[in-house]
């Protein structure tokens, strides 16, 4: 039996401009704790939280193929030089977030470093933009995949959103079980795509003619004719749409807390690990795409291309497109790493909900991940499974949280002026403003794609931040938080009981409301009009509260529609109209009541829920303090 009231259940408000992180009594990762075991070593966050990033090999040169062919044959020639720009950008953010993760170990990247050096509403506006990245990365992962999946076997398409679905609800169970235990599963499929990616570079740099060109045969192309002039605009836009090769880089520094300590060091070497990775894959993949003279067709991959043309029409090429289904469709678990981090933050910051602080078994932020999995599903659901309308919209958060967390960081060199700070802050700020151009362009270019969806939920989540914010605020004044309280006094309190029979429950609840309060009330509800059975009901519960004599006095109250709640509320306000303790009165009124705790959560549907419609009814209509008292069974 136990004795909850609702009151001790919340937990208050959080204070203050800044509230520490995880593990704010270590911010150097230095000593371990008793749930080490359960977070990331730097191999399990390489495969943890690198799949986003690593699969977006898949889909990211193909973007810039697609872009060029508007300018035939001459325009694919850029490729290589428009990746190059792409890894130098690669290479500026892998420093610039290896140099925020020692700066801000407790997680958090973009919006950590802006809420320090730029600002409330910028590091607002670096969360939103990386809450919209996240839910859009898990959406786009999982239809890619399911895509991949439909396309090698046809019959499937019809039911693509349920296989959307199946692969959500896995991924999150796998979450649910914590990022560690993820990890262990996701290193064998990440480390067979990179193999495998690495094999198509490989062997392809020793080829001086495509091995196969099956893949593409009897599929039409779709290169431009008759163009032979690259602008600066198309060149600006490939390289935008090739950027989204880069999401998921941010997301090792917005999960550092889920790594084992030395977790700075462990996080530092997977953001080098990742950025080196990608770096070779994208500039390996478009070294061959000139090399083998690929052109965009329609129906297959430039990947597929690619692994046809090293490899051959057979057990290899077959072997890459089973990886990058498998790794499509699970990197997702990115944003299942970096997002519920990232809410943590904001909750322990007054900006959502302080039950996205809360964590469950196996160290796992399980509202972050739930809440994830809700609105991805709705995402997925809205969509039909379609890739394509989900693709316009994948990249711009990212950039945004990309362009703030640069600033900031010039802006923390300026601060810092350690050895070398001007070196610093000239990459951060070459890095700022490439990927604010990026920003730009995308944005631009893909505006009536669904882009301005982003456009406007961007500030509606910075406005619901705001009002959290400011509700947590009202919260904390009326509790007066930060302040010393006046002197505890003692207060004069009338318990009243809920009765409905004589049971043991009934004893227990007499028991303890004698314990809480100065008087206590039973009370009973009774039909003004009673009918036969009921008549009977209360004349036997009358007749055995006076047999039992349990020097508690029993209240009748009178209710003309056979109602529960509002009879009860009536009551209870009118004894708060009560003279005060200093007249003889009671200064607090409290209402217990009593429930059954089955043993099996089956068997809550066998209860009547009386309770729950009291509690529900008091706490709408009344001030008075409600406990639930549960007699375990």
Aim: hydrophobic share 50%; charged share 15%.
């Amino acid at each position: 039996m136990s004795l909850t009231p609702d009151a001790v259940q919340a937990e208050p408000p959080h204070t203050g401009a800044a509230a520490p992180g995880v593990g704010a009594h270590d911010p150097e990762g230095g000593g371990r704790d008793a749930h080490d075991r359960d977070k990331l070593s730097a191999l399990g966050g390489l495969a943890a939280l690198s799949l986003d990033a690593m699969a977006s090999v898949a889909y990211g040169p193909e973007s810039i193929v697609l872009v060029l062919a508007a300018a035939g044959s001459y325009g694919l020639g850029f490729t290589l030089p428009v990746t190059a720009a792409i890894a130098l950008l690669l290479a500026v953010l892998t420093a610039s977030y290896r140099q925020v993760i020692a700066a801000f170990p407790d997680g958090g990247g973009s919006y950590a470093v802006a809420k320090t050096h730029l600002g409330r509403r910028t590091a607002l506006t670096a969360a939103a933009s990386l809450v919209i990245d996240y839910i859009l990365n898990v959406a786009v992962s999982v239809t890619a995949g399911v895509a991949a999946l439909t396309s090698a076997f046809p019959s499937l398409y019809p039911d693509r959103v349920w296989l959307c679905l199946g692969v959500l609800v896995l991924v999150t169970a796998v979450n649910l079980r914590g990022i560690a235990e993820s990890a262990r599963w996701f290193m064998v499929p990440t480390a067979v795509f990179v193999l495998s990616i690495m094999a198509i570079i490989v062997i392809g740099l020793f080829r001086s003619a495509p091995a196969s060109t099956a893949a593409a045969a009897g599929h039409a192309s779709t290169l431009a004719a008759n163009a032979g002039s690259v602008g600066a605009l198309l060149l600006l836009k490939a390289f935008a749409s090739g950027c989204s090769a880069l999401t998921g880089v941010e997301a090792v520094a917005n999960a550092v807390p889920s790594f084992r300590s030395p977790r700075v060091k462990r996080a530092q070497h997977t953001e080098l690990a990742l950025g080196a990775v990608l770096g070779v894959m994208l500039i390996g993949l478009a070294v061959l795409i000139g090399r083998f003279h690929l052109q965009p067709v329609e129906g297959v991959t430039v990947l597929a291309q690619l692994a046809d043309a090293s490899l051959g029409h057979g057990f290899g090429f077959y072997l890459v497109q089973f990886a990058t289904v498998v790794l499509l469709a699970l990197a997702a678990n990115t944003s299942f790493g970096g997002l519920p981090v990232l809410m943590r933050l904001l909750a322990r910051d007054n900006h959502l909900p302080h039950v996205f602080a809360l964590r469950a078994d196996h160290q796992v932020h399980r509202h972050g991940v739930l809440f994830l999995a809700l609105v991805s599903a709705g995402l997925l659901v809205a969509s039909g499974g379609d890739v394509n309308s989900l693709v316009p919209l994948f990249s711009i958060g990212v950039f945004v949280g990309f362009t703030i967390c640069q600033v900031g960081m010039v802006k923390h060199w300026a601060r810092a002026r350690c050895a070398g700070w001007r070196g610093k802050a000239a990459l951060n700020g070459f890095g700022a403003l490439l990927t604010g151009v990026a920003t730009v362009v995308v944005t631009g270019t893909k505006f009536t794609e669904g882009a301005w969806g982003i456009v406007v939920a961007l500030p509606l989540l910075v406005l619901f931040f705001e009002l959290v914010h400011r509700a947590y605020e009202r919260i904390g004044e009326r509790l007066e938080l930060g302040r010393i309280p006046g002197p505890v006094t003692a207060r004069r309190s009338l318990v009243v009981v809920p009765v409905h029979s004589i049971t043991r429950l009934t004893r227990e609840a007499l028991s303890t409301a004698l314990t809480l309060g100065d008087e206590v009330l039973a009370v009973t509800v009774v039909p003004t009009e009673p009918d036969a059975e009921d008549r009977q009901s209360a004349e036997t519960l009358r007749r055995d509260w006076e047999l039992w004599q349990p020097g508690v006095p029993l209240v009748e109250v009178t209710d003309g529609h056979r109602r529960l709640g509002r009879p009860l509320v009536a009551f209870v306000n009118g004894l708060a109209e009560r003279p005060r303790a200093e007249d003889g009165g009671f200064d607090r009124v409290t209402v217990l009541i009593a429930e059954v705790e089955p043993v099996h959560f089956w068997q809550r549907a066998l209860q009547n829920q009386r309770g729950v419609l009291i509690d529900r009814a008091l706490r709408r209509g009344t001030d008075a303090v409600v406990c639930r008292l549960r007699l375990r069974m």
